[in-house]
């Protein structure tokens, strides 16, 4: 018999041990093969080096000031776009996504059109006759990146729980005539907050392990972080054993970053809402000029690069592109492998987090954190530490050339987790809070609960989890690079093929595919899952 | 039903019986293989004479397939490596995976004497820093006067530690400047708009316009004036001379179809290939042949400049320390 207020140790545990053993497993076979390669590793030449210790500062510095510099606006930008509803503001939503799922090329190329040395804001400014000397590399520069890729998408997702808020919260502040200070601090704030720190370690992460922008904008050696480390030990000097240990640095850093933000996180309980819709109260003037004002600047910050490419590849070029069969090769394979990996990514979110959430209401916190940072393994180690550690496991047994495919979607599946997690977490967790009682007394349990309950109250959620992890792997560039093959294409590796044969302007072409192919994916998966969110 | 459960065999068995060509894998690099690269054509005027599969097989660049090798080993399934360059020639030869070939290289035409038998060269160039002349009217004459002008010039150029063309600057450089090499990094570093993983990013960003030179080949033009048909971008030449940049192939020993591999490496030295090279990979063929005619509005540098093999293995780290240290004290 199950007491009232602890439900019974049931079966809904395992789904999420058994994911959490599989990543954690790949991790530790991964770090192995890497370590155990060749010989010893000469710990002096870590200890000495002062080197190690300026990448991981920088890494550091950069990381947070990228993060932070990441969130505050997207704070003020979430409660803007809740307050108002305008002409094209979904167009707005999904192209906060799109930042992000993008090839990194491409996007920084996009970046340099508007701020380069020739760059829109260049010409604007000569016209004008002011002197234009931004330069967009070093730090400030990379920090302009990881701003655009991560801001929008971060918005996104606060603007996400802010209307979660139930109505009828809103509805007692307005009856209590609470001002707009007191409603952020006592309503919205514990609400933004419990999403604030999960999106900060994401974004602190992917800084963190951010590699291909620092190449293109670092402007040099002494902008360096882990993440290039690991890719030059692995490089001309091929010493496994430094980028082994490289990447562990980089992961125990991820990691702890993540477990102390998740420490600091609190859980709180969600009331029921009626689903109504709220229209808000005491506008005044000011306000709308102050809102107005932030989603101007965000659309003139979001909107240029992402025309830049579009124009850019409204080139002559276009029609003979489109018409050539390797492209619609990589398209084919693009669409496939990212459904695949959208999926899997999905069935592996929902499976850690129903066990998850199974300790959590059980307030066994610890469990509940490894489990949580399981999650996040995949993701802080770099391409490259899980590209060539995957290949020294696998190559002795099995040609590689005929697992592309499935190494590529779980891959890119396991690197969307953190993401889909993020959107799914706080939805699924009300959930639970909500039906968990119910459920136990119906005895509904396991794929029949999520069937009867998750799927029908979460379709729009999940959609969204799939297509943001379908989005990204059509723009990841992926482990492919580094398996080498004789004639498989995605599009991301098609546009790499294109820039190595001098052909910018077919790349361009590619580039616009990518951007299309995600937007159309995105609105697509939006209809199919029911009514709209946003 | 019957006749078609035949074809259904038929079929079923033929599948089977067009995988008995011996096949012959090639480790290469990307650009190599795609599209508009020589890999296509070379594959197609191969099988043609080789009654075999040529299975080509992309990686990143030089040194990722160095690695793949280091990786795998004695177990690798490739038969040829086509793709590494002379300043990894040492590297490659210390995993003891290749064999000396045959190939009668008395025929090669280099700009320097070719005395290794275990690697082959199939194309080479000269590394040069491409500017665009709409824009660089005044053009420097040496390497010198790029880095110690007074005008305010910019210039990407590509990572030393990750990308090919990059470790020949760094050579380049100490070629030229010998123990004042770090003078010279950062006099360069003043003008260096960014440092690039690889040849596409910094070639790509020049293109944008984001800098006034960009490190690539000499040969680099050519693309622009035959597909392009664009005839402003040029190579600066330096009377210091330029560093040569020599790609090579190599037979693995533990190659299963040695017989093929050996007319593989016969046939890069052949007409019919070396002809593709100069307008696939914008590289100069390794024999005595014409150049297309386009290729005579491109000057070629007089002087070449390279270090031994074993002095790069020797020094490289050492080099690239003091690059690293030269361009971090701005």
Redesign the interface.
């Given at each position: 018999m199950a007491k009232c207020c602890q439900p019974k140790v049931s079966n809904s545990i395992w789904p999420g041990i058994v994911i959490s053993i599989i990543l954690i497993s790949i991790t530790v076979v991964i770090f192995s093969s890497l370590l155990f390669f060749f010989s010893k590793i000469r710990w002096e030449e870590f200890i000495y080096d002062g080197y190690l210790f300026y990448v991981i500062k920088f890494t550091f510095i950069q990381a947070s000031i990228s993060t932070g510099l990441a969130i505050i606006p997207a704070i003020f930008l979430a409660k803007a776009l809740f307050r108002r509803h305008f002409l094209g503001r979904k167009l707005l939503l999904h192209l906060c996504s799109i930042t992000l799922v993008l090839p990194v090329l491409v996007t920084i190329l996009g970046l340099l059109t508007v701020y380069g040395r020739m760059g829109w804001i260049f010409k604007l400014c000569n016209l004008l006759g002011i002197n234009y000397n931004f330069t967009p590399y070093g730090l400030k520069g990379i920090v302009l990146a990881h701003i655009f890729f991560n801001f929008p998408l971060a918005s996104k997702i606060l603007l996400f729980s802010l209307e979660n808020i139930s109505v009828e919260q809103r509805q007692l502040a307005a009856q209590l005539g609470m001002n707009q200070w007191h409603i952020f601090c006592i309503i919205e704030w514990p609400y933004l907050r419990r999403q604030i720190l999960p999106i900060c370690t994401l974004i602190f992460m992917l800084c963190f392990t951010s590699f291909a922008t620092v190449l293109i904008l670092g402007g040099g050696p002494n902008v360096t972080t882990i993440a290039l480390a690991i890719y030059q030990s692995l490089s001309y000097d091929f010493d496994l054993n430094k980028a082994a240990v490289l990447a562990l640095i980089q992961l125990f850093f991820c990691l702890s970053v993540a477990l102390l933000n998740q420490n600091l996180n609190i859980i709180i309980s969600v009331g029921n809402s009626h689903n109504l819709k709220w229209k808000h109260l005491n506008d005044s003037n000011l306000l709308k000029l102050w809102d107005t004002l932030i989603i101007s600047i965000t659309i003139i910050f979001l909107i240029p690069p992402l025309l830049a490419i579009i124009i850019d590849s409204l080139n002559f070029r276009l029609l003979q592109v489109l018409h050539n069969i390797k492209l619609l090769q990589a398209f084919t394979n693009s669409i496939l492998i990212s459904i695949n990996s959208g999926i899997l990514c999905v069935i592996c979110t929902v499976m850690l987090l129903w066990s998850i959430r199974e300790l959590r209401l059980r307030h066994s916190i610890f469990f509940c954190r490894i489990l949580e940072v399981s999650g996040l393994l995949i993701f802080s180690i770099s391409d490259l530490v899980l590209a060539t550690g995957l290949f020294l496991l696998l190559h002795n047994f099995i040609n590689l050339s005929y697992l592309t495919y499935s190494l590529l979607i779980l891959t890119n599946a396991l690197m969307a987790i953190p993401y889909a997690f993020k959107i799914l977490e706080n939805p699924m967790y009300d959930l639970a809070e909500r039906y968990n009682l119910l459920c136990i007394s119906l005895n509904i349990k396991g794929i029949n609960r999520f069937n009867l309950i998750e799927l029908k109250s979460l379709k729009k959620t999940i959609g969204q989890a799939f297509s943001f992890a379908c989005m990204l792997s059509i723009g990841d560039f992926g482990v492919i690079s580094l398996f080498g093959n004789e004639n498989f294409l995605t599009l991301p590796y098609y546009l790499y093929q294109q820039l190595s044969s001098y052909r910018n302007n077919d790349a361009a072409v590619t580039v616009l595919i990518i951007l299309l192919l995600c937007f159309s994916l995105f609105i697509l998966i939006k209809y199919l899952s029911g009514k709209k969110y946003d | 039903m019957f006749f078609k459960l035949i074809i259904v065999i038929i079929i079923f068995l033929s599948s089977f019986s067009i995988q008995t060509k011996p096949i012959l894998t090639v480790?290469t690099y990307?650009?190599f293989?795609?599209?508009?690269?020589p890999g296509p054509i070379a594959k197609y005027i191969f099988e043609q004479v080789c009654n075999c599969n040529l299975?080509?097989?992309?990686?990143?660049d030089g040194?990722?397939l160095?690695?793949?090798l280091?990786?795998?080993g004695k177990?690798s399934?490739a038969d040829i490596v086509l793709g590494l360059d002379n300043n990894l020639i040492d590297l490659a030869k210390k995993t003891g995976l290749f064999i000396e070939s045959k190939v009668d290289i008395s025929q090669l035409k280099l700009p320097i004497a070719w005395k290794n038998n275990i690697f082959i060269p199939y194309d080479y160039s000269y590394f040069a820093f491409i500017y665009d002349k709409k824009r660089i009217t005044e053009v420097p004459n040496s390497l010198d006067e790029l880095i110690n002008s007074p005008k305010p010039w910019?210039i990407i150029y590509q990572?030393p530690?990750?990308s090919t063309p990059g470790?020949g600057l760094l050579l380049w450089i100490q070629k030229i400047y010998k123990k004042y090499s770090v003078q010279a990094w950062k006099k360069l570093?003043i003008k260096?708009?960014?440092?690039?993983?690889?040849?596409?990013?910094a070639?790509?960003?020049f293109?944008?316009?984001?800098?006034d030179f960009v490190l690539s080949y000499s040969s680099?033009p050519g693309?622009?004036l035959l597909?392009e048909n664009k005839k402003n971008y040029a190579a600066a030449l330096f009377y210091e001379g330029h560093y040569l940049q020599i790609e090579v192939a190599g037979q693995l020993a533990t190659s299963k179809n040695p017989k093929l591999a050996q007319q593989f490496m016969q046939f890069i030295l052949s007409p019919k290939f070396q002809r593709i090279l100069p307008i696939t990979n914008?590289m100069y063929p390794v024999i005595d042949i014409p150049l297309p005619d386009f290729y005579n509005n491109i000057p070629v540098p007089k002087k070449s400049l390279q270090f031994n093999a074993e002095d790069i293995s020797k020094y490289?780290?050492q080099w690239i320390y003091l690059?690293?240290n030269a361009?971090?004290q701005?």
């Open positions: - | 480790y990307n650009s293989i795609s599209d508009w690269g299975k080509l097989i992309g990686l990143n040194i990722s160095l690695n793949r280091r990786i795998e177990n399934p910019k990572d530690r990750t470790l570093s260096t708009v960014t440092v690039t993983r690889g040849w596409s990013e070639y790509g960003l293109l944008k316009g984001e800098s680099s693309f622009h597909i914008w490289h780290n690059w690293q361009v971090n701005k």
